[in-house]
């Protein structure tokens, strides 16, 4: 999978191969790679800290630490990472309220700037990073807000959601590089569409309806989109991946069903059914439908969907 894209192919009953490996001290609630270098960056649990790796070099295999960054108001809630290339320069954007989000060069890790003057400490569950100069952030409960570097690092609402269940949560993608177009999904199975051009009404809600789903709160839910932005998928309810399709879509559509159920972490699993979940999944950014997911019991999985 990490091969040259002419040569990279999915094959079946193989295992994965060690490419490079390190040892954090913590556990890492999330992960980025810094695009076009053999750098990524985590957040640890429990910190408001993210580092900066190197994956291995000509000499080892070995993922070093590199450099760590603190933001200035400290909690012990999850920290989210977002990163992004800006023409010659490279961003990374990183928080878990409101009040302590930070944008670093990421060419010397130095800040640019923070959020520690907000005086709204709303939890974070998503952030995009669209270049050096405009921040999208997601909230728990559903509200949009926006960063402009150029004028001031204090978020401001660009949408408050008006589906008020204190006990949903809510996360959010973008499509693809090229879209105008957020995608927000709440563990109650709703979807809204927005253009970032003007996101104080969404394009299209959905009720992305299906009866195998206990609708239950969960912080590990996440929403990802391929990379030509036509398809998305869900974890985080339960040991399943929800894929969707929105080429079909009408105006006048108000649900729309799964495609595909990836049910493989469950069916392998040697853990009751009942507590696994999905803990995270992507898509390949080049190889088409193929997914990877991890799941609560450890395991990794790389598969594609027929329909």
Known sequence: MLADEKEAKLKKNNDFQVNTGGFPEKQIVDLKHLPDTRFCITAPKDSTSITLWEMGTTDTDLIQKHNTVTSVVSNNLCTYIDVCNDQTNKYIVFGSTLDNVTILDANNMKPIGDTSKSKDGDNISSLYLKSSNDVYICTNVGDIYHIDTRTSFHPVICHQHQICNKNTHWTMDHLNNQSNCLLQVSSDFDACYYDIRSSKTYLKQLDLYDDHVSRTNNSSLHVKSSADGTKFSINGLD???????????????????????????????????????????LWHPWQQDLIISAASDCSLHAWQYNL
Do not use: R
């Open 239 to 281: 040991g399943m991946v929800y894929i969707y399709n929105t080429l079909s879509l009408t105006l006048e559509d108000k649900i729309l069903e799964p495609v595909f159920i990836h049910k493989g972490h469950v069916m392998n699993s040697e853990t009751q059914t009942g507590s696994l979940y999905i803990t995270s999944h």
